[in-house]
């Protein structure tokens, strides 16, 4: 990153901090995701995707949304990148992107939440229940 003078020198070493400073690319697609689960019923259909691959039958159900309104949250999680989706026969399957920024998305959810993710708490009973 080019040498560029502030108008005020803090001490604060921003020189180092612009180099590692991410893109306005990199920033937009987080900003993005971010801003999809700004959206509550977003979020919580996100976070039980992260646990299970579903249908939106299945996921309206579980939600209590109606199907359309899933699929319009749906849509939207998936051009942002968070869930991936797949089909068998006439069903769509949706289940979380396996990517670095879905799972910290999904890591963050739950520790700002105080969630136990269901994994946790299986792998925990399974140590628990060990001989």
Request: some cysteine; overall charge negative.
């Amino acid at each position: 990153m080019p040498n560029m003078p502030l108008p005020h020198e803090h001490g604060q070493n921003e020189e180092a901090i612009l180099d590692h400073m991410p893109g306005a690319e990199e920033i937009a697609g987080v900003a993005d995701a971010m801003k999809q689960l700004g959206d509550p019923s977003r979020l919580q259909i996100f976070w039980l995707l992260c646990h299970c691959e579903e249908c939106v039958l299945n996921i309206a159900a579980l939600v209590n949304m109606t199907s359309p309104a899933v699929s319009h949250h749906l849509r939207l999680l998936k051009n942002s990148g968070l869930i991936v989706c797949r089909r068998a026969g006439k069903e769509m399957y949706y289940k979380t992107a396996d990517t670095e920024l879905a799972q910290v998305l999904h890591h963050t959810i739950e520790t700002l939440g105080r969630i136990t993710c269901p994994r946790a708490q299986d792998s925990q009973a399974s140590q628990e229940n060990a001989p």
